[in-house]
Structure formats: structure tokens, C-alpha cells
């Protein structure tokens, strides 16, 4: 896994770096595209653009490689999934918070309409 996912000799550095840091920023990102009502796909945008800060600083306090597809990939695909479930979690709050009269909660990462929740709980 050490060749595939990460090229640290210690998981910790990626679990850190890519993980820790970037997925923290990734969520508070997806959070903040959600809170201004922007579309998701900025979210995609916004996740290419920090999976190349996130593999800068593998490369500049770590001394990874800067400019390899596959770790890069690896890195934005973890932003990606952060990103997109900050997102998705703000938008759910959003939803049945602004719009509570019509929508309500229907897990952590959906919601649905008011009559569709209470037929399926009576």
C-alpha cells in the first residue's frame, strides 16, 4: 500500500498531511461553497486547486514529489471526498433548516419532503 497510496515510508505523514490537513480543509471548504449557495460542482473546482497545496506540502516539509499524477490523484480524491461531504452535510442543514416547513431530516447526508418522512414512520 505504502507504493500505491503514499510514498511517505510512515503512514502517519499521509495520514496527517492528506487526511488530517487536507481533508479538514477540504470539509471547511465544501462547507463554505455549501453556505453561499454555490453548486457543487465548485466544489470539484475548488478540490483540484487544494490537492496541488496538499501535494506542495508533502513536497516542501517532507520532500515528496511534486509533481506526480498518482499521488496528486490520490490526494485530490481524498479533498474530493471531504469536500463533498462538508458540502452536503451544510446543504442538508440548509434544507431543513430554512426550508423546515416543507423539509425535514432524513439521515445525516439527506433530507426529504415532510409528507415522505411521516409515511414512512407511520
Known amino acids: 500500500m505504502s507504493g500505491i497510496l503514499y510514498e511517505e515510508d510512515y503512514i502517519g505523514l499521509f495520514l496527517l498531511v492528506t487526511v488530517a490537513m487536507g481533508g479538514g480543509a477540504a470539509w471547511l471548504a465544501g462547507r463554505a461553497i455549501a453556505a453561499t449557495w454555490r ?21 516542501a516539509l517532507f520532500e515528496g514529489t511534486l509533481l506526480s499524477p498518482q499521488f496528486y490523484a490520490v490526494d485530490t480524491l481524498v479533498c474530493l471526498i471531504f469536500g463533498f461531504l462538508g458540502f452536503r452535510a451544510t446543504r442538508v442543514a440548509q434544507m431543513t433548516t430554512q426550508y423546515g416547513w416543507i423539509n425535514g431530516r432524513a439521515g ?15
Open 108 to 122: 445525516f447526508l439527506r433530507w426529504a419532503r415532510r409528507g415522505a418522512i411521516a409515511g414512512k414512520s407511520g
Open 39 to 59: 453548486p457543487w460542482w465548485h466544489v470539484a473546482f475548488y478540490m483540484l486547486i487544494l490537492g496541488l497545496a496538499v501535494r506542495f506540502i508533502h513536497f
